[in-house]
C-alpha cells in the first residue's frame, strides 16, 4: 500500500530517436526529463536495422538501465517509455515498449493516453481468437495492426487507428524507421525535435533540452510523421475533428521548462496565478506556494498582488513512494513527512496559500493545519485551476467521481472541510485565458464533466462507482 497522496496523477512519457549511432543511450537520458509522467516502470526498444531489442523493468530510470542493458541496445534508433498505470495493471507485463513479431514484421509500440473504447474491441477480437498477452489497452492497438490486410506499414496503422477512440501519442519502431502519431483530438503532447542529421520524439520538450535537439514543431492533432533515411514524412490518418488537448498538462502534469501545445508551461501557470490573483485578491501578508505543484502560480499571485512570495513549506525530496500500513493514523504522517512548515516565516502571519487542485480535500486540510499549528494567522486557499468535479478517462489515473470533493460539496463546504478561512477557485474562463485558448482547442471534462468523445459504459461505472 502506498502512501495517498491525493493528487492527479501522471500518466506516461514517450520518447524516441531515429538516425543517430548512440539512439539508446539518447533515449535513456531523455527518458530522465520525463520521469514524472511515470515511475512504476521504464523500458526502451532499439534498431541495428537487423532486429529489435527490447528491455523494460519495474522501477525508475536510472534504476532499470545499468551499462551493460544500454550496451545490449544497439543501433541508429530507439524508442522508450515511463509508465504510470491507468489502464491495465501495475506489472511487468504491462510496461512498455510493447514488443512484437508479426506478418509486418517486428515492431515495439510505446502509448501515452487512454483509450476509452478498449474493452468493447478487446471482447470483439478475444471472440475472434485473438489472445491477449497484458491487461493494458494499448495492445488493441498492435493486434489490430497485425491483423491489418493493409500492404504499408502507415496504411495498416492508420486502420488500425480507425478502429480505436480516445487518447494515444505514440511512437512505434520498426527495424528501420520510427513512426509518432497524435490521435485527431490531440489529448496528449508530442512534440518533434532535431539533433544534428538525427530526429527526436518527445512527450515533452525538456526531454529535448536535456540531450541538446532543438525542437521542430509539434506533431498535430490526427498526424501521422515517420522518420527514416528519407527524412520526416507527414500523413493525415484522421479527417480533422475539433482538437481537445489536456489543459492539466498545462496546470500541473508538464514541466514547467517544456513547452506544451505551443506555449510555455511556466508562462501558463504564472499567469493561471496572475488571473487567480484578479479574480480572488486577499488581504495578507505572504504568499506561500504548496511546492511544487504551487510555485509557478504563487509567483504570478505574489507578482500581480504585490504580497511578497515567501517559501514556508519545505518538500521532502527524497521521500519517493512510502510503503506503509494503509491505516489512517499513519496514513496521516503523509503529508509531514513531504511537508514542513517554516514556523519562522509563517508565525503571526496571514497567508495566501496557493496550490493547483484540490482532489479529495484531505491532503489541503492536513496542509491548512499543519500551518496553523507552525502559528499561521489566517489561511487564505487559492487553487489555480476550477473546482475538479469529474474523472478523467483519457490518460490520468483519477479518483472515481464520489472521491472528487468538488463534485458533491460547494466552494465553502469545501473551505469549511479544508479548515481555511477563505478559498478561492480560478475561473474556468481565467484558466483558458491563461493558456490563450481562445478558439476552444482544449479538453476541460474534469471541470466541466463534457467529454469531447463519447465514454463506454463500463469505464463510466468504474469511475462514477461510489
Ligand atoms: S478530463 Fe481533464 S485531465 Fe483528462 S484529458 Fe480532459 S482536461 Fe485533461
Do not use: W
Amino acid at each position: 500500500m502506498t502512501v495517498n497522496d491525493d493528487r492527479f496523477h501522471d500518466h506516461c512519457g514517450v520518447i524516441a530517436v531515429y538516425g543517430d549511432p548512440e539512439a539508446a543511450k539518447l533515449t535513456y537520458l531523455g527518458l530522465y526529463s520525463l520521469q514524472h509522467r511515470g515511475q512504476e516502470s521504464a523500458g526502451i526498444s532499439a534498431s541495428d536495422g537487423e532486429r529489435l531489442v527490447t528491455h523494460r523493468a519495474m522501477g525508475h530510470v536510472a534504476e532499470v538501465f545499468t551499462q551493460d542493458v544500454l550496451k545490449s541496445l544497439p543501433g541508429y534508433a530507439a524508442i522508450g517509455h515511463t509508465r504510470y498505470s491507468t489502464a491495465g495493471d501495475t506489472d511487468l507485463l504491462n510496461a512498455q515498449p510493447l514488443a512484437v513479431s508479426c506478418q509486418k514484421g517486428q515492431v515495439a509500440l510505446a502509448h501515452n493516453g487512454n483509450l476509452v473504447n478498449a474493452s468493447a474491441i478487446r471482447r470483439d477480437l478475444e471472440s475472434r481468437g485473438a489472445i491477449f498477452q497484458t491487461t493494458s489497452d494499448t495492445e488493441v492497438i498492435v493486434h489490430y495492426f497485425a491483423r491489418s490486410r493493409q500492404a504499408g506499414v502507415p496504411e495498416a496503422l492508420a486502420e488500425a487507428l480507425d478502429k480505436v477512440v480516445g487518447a494515444y501519442s505514440l511512437v512505434v519502431l520498426f527495424k528501420d524507421s520510427v513512426i509518432g502519431i497524435r490521435d485527431p483530438r490531440g489529448f496528449r503532447p508530442l512534440s518533434l525535435g532535431r539533433l544534428g542529421s538525427a530526429h527526436v520524439l518527445a512527450s515533452e520538450t525538456c526531454a529535448f533540452d536535456l540531450i541538446d535537439a532543438t525542437f521542430v514543431r509539434d506533431v498535430e492533432p490526427g498526424e501521422m510523421v515517420i522518420l527514416n533515411r528519407e527524412g520526416v514524412t507527414s500523413l493525415r490518418f484522421a479527417v480533422p475533428t475539433q482538437p481537445a488537448q489536456c489543459i492539466f498538462e498545462h496546470v500541473y502534469f508538464s514541466r514547467p521548462d517544456s513547452m506544451v501545445f505551443g506555449q510555455s508551461v511556466q508562462t501558463s501557470r504564472e499567469m493561471l496565478g496572475r488571473l487567480l490573483a484578479r479574480e480572488h485578491p486577499a488581504a495578507a501578508d505572504l504568499v506561500v506556494p504548496v511546492p511544487d505543484s504551487g510555485v509557478a502560480a504563487a509567483s504570478g499571485y505574489a507578482e500581480e498582488s504585490g504580497i511578497p512570495l515567501r517559501f514556508g513549506l519545505i518538500r521532502n525530496h527524497y521521500v519517493g513512494r512510502t510503503f506503509i500500513e494503509p491505516s489512517q493514523t499513519i496514513r496521516d504522517f503523509g503529508v509531514k513527512l513531504k511537508l514542513n512548515p517554516v514556523r519562522k516565516l509563517l508565525e503571526g502571519q496571514r497567508v495566501v496559500l496557493v496550490d493547483d487542485s484540490i482532489i479529495r480535500g484531505t491532503t489541503s486540510r492536513k496542509i491548512v493545519r499543519l500551518m496553523r499549528g507552525a502559528g499561521a494567522r489566517e489561511i487564505h486557499m487559492r487553487i489555480s485551476c476550477p473546482p475538479t468535479v469529474s474523472p478523467c478517462f483519457y490518460g490520468i489515473d483519477t479518483p472515481t467521481k464520489k472521491e472528487l470533493i468538488a463534485s458533491s460539496h460547494s466552494v465553502e463546504e469545501i473551505r469549511q472541510f479544508i479548515e481555511a478561512d477563505s478559498l478561492g477557485y480560478l475561473s474556468l474562463e481565467g484558466m483558458r485565458q491563461a493558456v490563450g485558448d481562445t478558439q476552444g482547442r482544449y479538453c476541460l471534462a474534469c471541470y466541466t464533466a463534457n467529454y469531447p468523445t463519447t465514454i463506454q459504459e463500463p469505464l463510466l461505472a468504474l469511475r462514477n462507482r461510489d
